[in-house]
């Protein structure tokens, strides 16, 4: 599939936290955000697969 380019803003202590773990694992830092966000997507999927809005499918969850 192919990539886009995106950007985002991020604070200093952010972008070191990214860059350290990129170096220890070997990785460039576009894969670890982007590995970062399908994780959040994917821990997220109730909200993305539900059309009600965000603060129901919170009640449901916690219900």
Do not use: C, H, Q, W
Request: aromatic share 4%.
């Amino acid at each position: 599939m192919p990539t886009r380019v995106i950007t985002f803003k991020a604070d200093d202590e952010l972008i070191e936290k990214i860059d350290k773990l990129a170096k220890m694992l070997g990785e460039s830092r576009s894969n670890i955000i982007r590995k970062a966000v399908l994780r959040y997507i994917k821990d997220n999927s109730i909200l993305v697969e539900d059309e009600r809005k965000p603060e129901v499918v919170e009640t449901i969850i916690l219900s």
